[in-house]
Structures are given as structure tokens and as C-alpha cells.
């Protein structure tokens, strides 16, 4: 009983795993694209004044 228990924790923690690896990636993506844009909006408002 406690070996399927492992089985059926291991299955779940993989899939879960990889879930939040590519949830903290995409974050960390979004969070720099925004400072991008943001940068990229205070040098063209730079660029007019």
C-alpha cells in the first residue's frame, strides 16, 4: 500500500513540477517584456520632451 501511495505521489508531483516551472517562466517573461514596453515608453516620451 505505501509503494502505490509513492507511485501515485510521484505521478502527481511531476506533471505538477513541470507546472510551476513553466508558470515561473512565463512571469519572469511577462515581467520583463512589461519593463521593456515601460522603458521603451519613457524613452520615446524622452524623445518628445
Avoid: G, V
Avoid at 505521489?9 to 520583463?32: D, R, V
Wanted: hydrophobic share 45%; glycine share 0%; net charge positive.
Amino acid at each position: 500500500n505505501e509503494m502505490n501511495f509513492q507511485n501515485i505521489l510521484n505521478l502527481y508531483e511531476y506533471p505538477f513540477n513541470n507546472i510551476t516551472i513553466a508558470s515561473m517562466f512565463y512571469l519572469l517573461i511577462s515581467l520583463f517584456s512589461i519593463i521593456k514596453i515601460c522603458s521603451l515608453k519613457s524613452i520615446s516620451l524622452r524623445k518628445i520632451s
